[in-house]
């Protein structure tokens, strides 16, 4: 079996912490071949106790920033495979690491490997059983076409990319203009081929890093016909919070240092006002939501409407408090860091 190094960003995550590394040191896998490696932010609430008990090593970080912070991790990875978790992700079955693997190794062209959904799981809160559904925590990734997970709404490959069926997974070859948003919630790639993308603490940020690495013509991923477990919405104000911390810093802050573009002024401007239309008047989600319903009766489905809603005011308070100069730079494409 490959030596797999999972690395990860926490602080006070210990409300989640224990169902994430349960379920790694649960896996059918040798474990003298895991090794854990979290970078810790000051944490207080017990999790520090979890990491001990679960023979996780532990490396003090201050950077500020999560995706920085799995840079530092990273430093000290020594094993041949890095699977990048946060602390909401659960390995949903204890054969899950060792069939990742395994599909990736059918295809060493393949730079990395990750699933192709998120578990819809019944029991779940409402707002965790959407994300699954609709196959993103952020919809504006879908509507601009550049989601990394399927929604249940088809069983067809309606993702990005040139896509081969390999059976129980399918071969994805992407480019610059059509690489989704991969490299978090359960991802596995070859250390050797992450090291030669940018990622010290100043660049880290998982969507950049694969970009580097596509630059580099390393395009082929593994999309397993599997699942994770993501718990990314038990509160909606939480997560509200939390997107909007997210644009502004990580992606209007650091707006000079990116080499991805969730939003691509050349070939989004038109497609960016049409969801700001359909979020606004509610008619594209809505009809999202009626479609997923038809096939799993689920009410989480109109979480979609509520979400795409706010998640427009949310993104244009970013923008705008950004200032006259941040707002047309991101609007227009002006001084990106490419």
């Given at each position: 079996m490959k030596s797999v190094s999972v690395v990860m960003a926490t602080l006070n995550a210990g409300a989640v912490q224990d169902g994430c590394l349960r379920s790694i040191r649960e896996q059918d896998y040798d474990q003298r071949g895991v090794e854990?490696?979290?970078?810790?932010?000051?944490?207080t609430d017990g999790t520090l106790e979890l990491f001990e008990r679960y023979g996780v090593v532990v490396v003090k970080e201050n950077t500020g920033s999560p995706e920085a912070a799995?840079?530092?991790?990273?430093?000290?990875?020594?094993?041949?495979?890095?699977l990048e978790v946060d602390e909401d992700n659960v390995l949903?079955?204890?054969?899950?690491?060792?069939?990742?693997?395994e599909c990736l190794e059918k295809e060493p062209e393949a730079t990395?490997?990750?699933?192709?959904?998120?578990?819809?799981?019944?029991?779940?809160?409402?707002l965790n059983r959407y994300f699954s559904?609709?196959?993103?925590?952020?919809?504006?990734?879908?509507?601009?076409?550049?989601?990394?997970?399927?929604?249940?709404?088809?069983?067809?490959?309606?993702?990005?990319?040139?896509?081969?069926?390999?059976?129980?997974?399918?071969?994805?070859?992407?480019?610059?203009?059509?690489?989704?948003?991969?490299?978090?919630?359960?991802?596995l790639i070859w250390r050797k081929l992450l090291m030669e993308a940018k990622v010290d603490e100043e660049n880290f940020f998982h969507i950049d890093v694969n970009m580097d690495l596509v630059r580099k013509g390393y395009k082929k991923y593994v999309v397993v016909k599997n699942d994770v477990i993501?718990?990314?919405?038990?509160?909606?104000?939480k997560f509200f919070k939390k997107r909007?911390?997210?644009?502004?810093?990580?992606?209007?802050?650091?707006?000079?240092?990116?080499?991805?573009?969730?939003?691509?002024?050349?070939?989004?401007k038109f497609k960016i006002v049409l969801y700001s239309l359909s979020s606004l008047t509610l008619i594209w989600p809505i009809l999202e939501a009626l479609e997923g319903f038809a096939r799993i009766q689920?009410?989480?489905?109109?979480?979609?409407?509520?979400?795409?809603?706010?998640?427009?005011?949310?993104?244009?308070?970013?923008?705008l408090r950004s200032g006259i100069k941040g707002t047309i730079g991101y609007l227009f494409g002006m001084d990106k860091g490419q």
């Open positions: 854990i490696i979290a970078a810790d932010g000051g944490s799995k840079a530092v991790a990273l430093k000290i990875a020594k094993n041949e495979l890095v949903p079955d204890r054969g899950w690491l060792k069939k990742m693997v990395g490997v990750y699933t192709w959904r998120y578990r819809h799981q019944k029991e779940a809160k409402s559904l609709i196959g993103v925590n952020d919809p504006v990734a879908r509507f601009l076409g550049r989601a990394d997970r399927q929604s249940y709404s088809s069983d067809e490959w309606t993702l990005s990319g040139v896509a081969r069926d390999k059976g129980e997974y399918f071969l994805v070859e992407f480019e610059e203009d059509n690489l989704p948003t991969v490299g978090a919630n359960g991802f993501h718990i990314s919405g038990e509160s909606i104000l909007y911390r997210y644009m502004k810093e990580l992606y209007m802050n650091d707006y000079g240092k990116r080499r991805y573009f969730l939003y691509n002024p050349k070939t989004d689920d009410w989480a489905w109109f979480w979609h409407p509520v979400v795409c809603f706010f998640m427009f005011w949310i993104y244009a308070v970013a923008v």
